[in-house]
């Protein structure tokens, strides 16, 4: 039988722009569902927005539009935020949508006809942020602690649904399904409130104050309460209770929330669901709250706000949906901020991902013509074919407990692995024997075979880079069980000629800058920024491709009447490098392909490509063993044909006399110019 998996995210308040604790929940989910249909699961995953009740009310009203017009333009919003994070939601739902509010109509008159819903008076402190009436407990001084903000007395007439008379019942439940509200301190904090009397729940408002919402269906003068809605949406997008998609994926429905909505969810709805005769969902997941990198609430006045989608212009979306599920183990309260997501890019992306593909890439090219040799496995090799072996099933068991950082964490563990492995062996002094071929082959195979299996391992959290992965190594689209047995790379399989770097490195943000902010990356280039290409704002595009076109032209002359500082100076990446191979570019008179090896980041070593002007000055076989100065940090461009990565430094007195700007004594290569 298909096995089925169906996630969803809050339906999000249409009332602001997305930000950082929505894109958490929403990568969240898209990680689980990407995992899922790699694995073979029908999935189905929903998002979408919340779009009734007194919030958006007083939203459109100071914008001074309707509120379908102020909804419409949010949830637009929100869509195209999904967009440009790579989330591939199978479906989008809004509240003010016909399928929608049929479902709704249809579950109050089932709730009423079985006589749980009576009206009466209530009074009580409303907080129009949470959309609910608090407790005196849930106060913090006075205030929700939540919205910072005064709860309104407030007396009126409502219906209720007998939400109280569940109460015992659902304590049995929760304490009969250890797994259906986790981790387990959610559920205990459920438990908890189950311990006291809850109450009823009013469901509805008058619709003279509030009449932005669906109106009940035996009582037009009362429009149903917000949450009564909202939750709703679960069912409603399956066809609830006729669609083949209801039948389907509603038995294995799987919640991930924040906890700022935990009672909705394990109170509110799971009655709500008995009353209506439905069954419950099968899982709510929990997970902590992001703060600013202060610690603090994210707020505009305090200056820490950390924008998704400017990170995502910045950085591309793979590198922020993986620092987002790496920032925090689920569940847990964490801090963001940009710094943070850079110093993990550069180590964990940049340094052994990025780094490793770049290197074995180059080393086939160079001495296997492109092609993965038949491997010969010697007994040295059988640690890492066994961790390689091994890892899927410990990465599948992380995830299905929702460990993602540790299943992460576990691939990335892996990655290093194979950087130790490929330093040990020493492929490129292999190369210079020809004795040693056989060698080659095998310890450059095991590097490719492992990377295969990280990159599907990975495709769930950086689908584009995962891909780009194996498109740049030749290999296969992603299929989870391929990734449980090694040695499936067939040999023969020719790598591609040309590869974008992965993940180029990038510089820390400067501390006195306010933040990631687009306006800032036009006019200052980064000519290093990875941003680009997919999913990237495009604003930015257009400030990346004018450097593009004078990195394959015309170069800017430098300018003493605007002088730089050190840190314009700083961003260029500097390094000794060694000419390992030269040879003529053909059909041209000035150019060399040389092939350098180079040192970036921690010492690893990494060969580079890189087309030169020289020709007329320097023969090839003159070059071999020489020091150089190479720009590494240029962004990679194609000259006939050859993906030229980064510039090497020679002195030029504008006649056409050129000599190669190199060190004047021994020097490691990788060494930093400065
Ligand atoms: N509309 C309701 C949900 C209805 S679901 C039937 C709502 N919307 S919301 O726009 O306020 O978004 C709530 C969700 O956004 C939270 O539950 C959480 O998932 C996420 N987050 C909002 N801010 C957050 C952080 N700072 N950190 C992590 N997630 C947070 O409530």
Known sequence: MAKSFYVTTPIYYATGDPHIGHAYTTVVADFLARYHRLDGYETFSLTGTDEHGEKILESAKSDGVTPQVYVDGLSDRFHQAWRALEISNDDFIRTTQERHKAVVVAVLQKVYDKGDIYFGEYGGLYCVGCERYLTDKELVGGKCPDHDRKPEERVEKNYFFKMESYRDWLRGYIQDHPDFIRPQGYRNEVLSLLSESLGDLSISRPRERVPWGIPLPWDQEHVTYVWFDALLNYISALDYPTGDRFDE??????????????????????????????????????????????????????????????????????????????????????????????????????????????????????????????????????????????????????????????????????????????????????????????????????????????????????????????????????????????????????????????????????????????????????????????????????????????????????????????????????????????????????????????????????????????????????????????????????????????MILAADDGEGNLSLVGVDREQPVGSQVR
């Open 249 to 646: 994926f509603w038995p294995v429905a799987h919640h991930l929330i924040g906890k700022d909505i935990l009672k909705p969810h394990a109170i509110f709805w799971p009655t709500m669901l008995r009353s209506a005769g439905v069954p419950l969902y099968q899982h709510l997941s929990v997970g902590g709250f992001l703060m600013g990198a202060d610690g603090r609430k994210m707020s505009k006045s305090l200056g820490n706000v950390v924008d998704p989608l400017d990170l995502a212009a910045k950085y591309g979306p793979d590198a922020v949906r993986y620092y987002l599920l790496k920032v925090v183990p689920y569940g847990q309260d964490g801090k963001v901020g940009e710094a943070d997501l850079v110093r993990r890019y550069n180590a964990d992306l940049a340094n052994d991902l990025g780094n490793l593909v770049a290197r074995v890439r180059a080393l086939l090219l160079r001495h296997l013509d492109g092609v993965v040799p038949q491997p010969n496995q010697q007994e040295s090799d059988g640690d890492l074919i066994e961790a390689g072996a091994g890892l899927a099933a410990q990465v599948g068991g992380l995830i299905d407990e929702l460990r993602f950082y540790a299943a992460l964490e576990e691939v990335m563990q892996f990655v290093r692995s194979l950087n130790r492995y490929f330093n040990d062996e020493e492929p490129w002094v292999l190369a210079r024997d020809p004795d040693k071929r056989e060698r080659l082959g095998t310890v450059l195979y095991n590097v490719v075979e492992g990377l295969r299996i990280a990159s599907i391992l990975l495709e769930p959290a950086m689908p584009g880079k995962a891909g780009e992965i194996r498109a740049s190594l030749g290999l296969a689209p992603a299929d989870f069980a391929a990734a449980a047995t090694w040695g499936l790379t067939p040999s023969g399989t020719r790598i591609a000629d040309d590869a974008p770097i992965l993940f180029p490195k990038v510089e820390p943000p400067r501390p006195e800058s306010p933040g990631p902010d687009t306006a800032t990356l036009e006019e200052k280039p980064t000519p290093n920024s990875p941003a680009g290409g997919r999913g990237s704002g495009s604003d930015s595009g257009k400030g990346r491709g004018k450097r593009v076109s004078k990195a394959g032209g015309d170069k800017p002359e430098a300018d003493s009447e605007s002088p730089i500082n050190l840190d314009d100076f700083a961003r260029v990446d500097l390094r000794v490098a060694e000419v390992v191979a030269a040879e003529a570019v053909p059909k041209t008179d000035k150019l060399l392909k040389l092939t350098l090896r180079v040192g970036v980041g921690g010492g690893v070593e990494e060969e580079r490509t890189v087309v030169s002007g020289i020709a007329e000055q320097y023969r090839p076989d003159d070059l071999i063993g020489r020091l150089v100065v190479l720009v590494a940090n240029l962004k990679p461009v194609k000259l006939r044909g050859i993906l030229s990565q980064g």
